[in-house]
């Protein structure tokens, strides 16, 4: 029986192997993978329980010294502010722990982020008005920010070549797991909640998102960093270029690279948090008024539509995992660009389908998961092609500016929506579908950059 310690971590370990992906795998490729897609999946789990709580956390926080809660505009237009404070915290996060992946090492710095986000969410559980609510959610979103590129930089360069695209589709796809997991506990805690047995539901979703905390003790001891990671600290000359803005933007290949992947990305993002995750809010609309006429008020009313906020995550994400490991499935045939060209056209056509048409409950069961598989499969192509696009010494760093310097300019996105709804809109029936459905034109700038791109579909990672 070997030891983790005795196992080679190269990715080339592999790479002459044939017959199915997962066969390549030895004992220590499947632990990097579980503990990466468990820091990814619990990250997830905290944007949810943030999506999903973010509206009741507004209605408490924003009602005044008199005791007058705030009225619909009101809780739209702050949710879209601290959503967008929570992406810049997330894209900060990027950046800064992006560096430090690719200087002190990828394990080490996906412990960091763990600890962060984990921390900084129960915190928010703390908050007692807008300001402080929106500073935690900020320094929260530094470590969500900085565990994507981390993680995927660690599987990308530890797993065999022909198995990377398949387990990064794999981890990506895990994401839907944590997302769901959110999902659950939204739906038990708004049925508690509905019955009285728990008061302020959005508060113990964030204490619950406190826990993954406890995984960076397991990262701490037994993960090591890649050997393609310690092959390049130990040469000087690339040593001193690791982790480096400059470098990245002096070379006119890793700079394009990271120009247009930072827009690929932008697309996606302001897609599912501008648009897709206020889908939650549209169900709401949409039950609140079934629920009114049968007579449901006060915390029964908040308790149900809790409840229901919880099944559409559930369906959301059911149909994001099949999204995006289809994505990585589809694109061993089709090559990395045709599979996100058909994944953006079908993006912007579900979202606007559920958004101008979404107007019965027994739609929510065909519409949700269908614009789920659609967005979200979008995240899995990130997730396979951005670390394709970085030589070693940069990779953690470029992957980092194409998937959350992206959010410092989606960050206008949920902004832009809650304005659209209460000020633009406002004089419509039901704003909401109007701001959602002109908010689609994000979809076609990923279709305007994705000619200037290169395929990497069958290459090796840059050295």
Known sequence: ??????????????????????????????????????????????????????????????????????????????????????LIGWASGGIIFGILGDRIGRARTMMLTILVYSICTGLSALSVGFFDFAFYRFITG???????????????????????????????????????????????????????????????????????????????????????WRHVKERSDVAKKAGSYAELFRHPVWRRHAILGMLL????????????????DLVRLVLRKTFEEQGLEGTALAGKLTYWAGITSVMLNAGAFFGIYGFAQVTQFTGRKPAFAVSLVAALASTVVVFWKLSEFHEIFWMIPLMGFCQLALFGGYAIYFPELFPTHLRSTGT????????????????????????????????????????????????????????????PLPE
């Open 1 to 86: 029986m070997h030891s983790f310690d005795d196992i080679p971590t190269s990715k080339n370990l592999s790479d002459s192997a044939s017959g199915p992906w997962h066969t390549q795998l030895t004992r220590y490729h499947w632990f990097v993978l579980a503990v990466a897609a468990l820091g990814w999946l619990f990250d997830t789990m905290d944007q949810q329980l943030f999506a999903l709580a973010r509206v009741p956390a507004m209605k408490d926080l924003l009602v005044d010294a008199s005791g007058v809660a705030p009225d619909d505009g009101m809780v739209a237009r702050y949710s879209g502010y601290v959503t967008s404070i929570f």
């Open 142 to 228: 530094l470590g969500v920010g900085g565990e994507f590129a981390v993680g995927v930089s660690l599987v990308a360069e530890v797993m065999p070549h022909s198995a990377r695209p398949f387990a990064l589709g794999l981890l990506q796809a895990l994401s839907a797991v944590g997302n769901i997991t959110a999902a659950f506990i939204s739906i038990s805690l708004g049925y508690l909640e509905e019955t009285g047995a728990v008061d302020d539901a959005w508060r113990v979703m964030f204490v619950i998102g406190a826990i993954p905390a406890l995984l960076a003790l397991v990262i701490r001891g037994r993960l090591k960093e890649p050997e393609q």
């Open 265 to 280: 990305a932008f697309s996606g993002v302001v897609g599912l948090w501008g648009i897709g995750f206020f889908s939650y």
């Open 400 to 459: 980092s500016f194409c998937y959350n310097v992206g959010r410092i300019v989606a960050a206008v996105g949920p902004a832009a929506l809650g304005l659209l709804t209460s000020k633009v809109f406002d004089e419509y029936a039901e704003p909401m579908r109007l701001a959602g459905v002109t908010m689609c034109v994000v979809f076609l700038v990923g279709l305007v950059v994705l000619p200037f791109l290169p395929e990497t579909k069958g290459k």
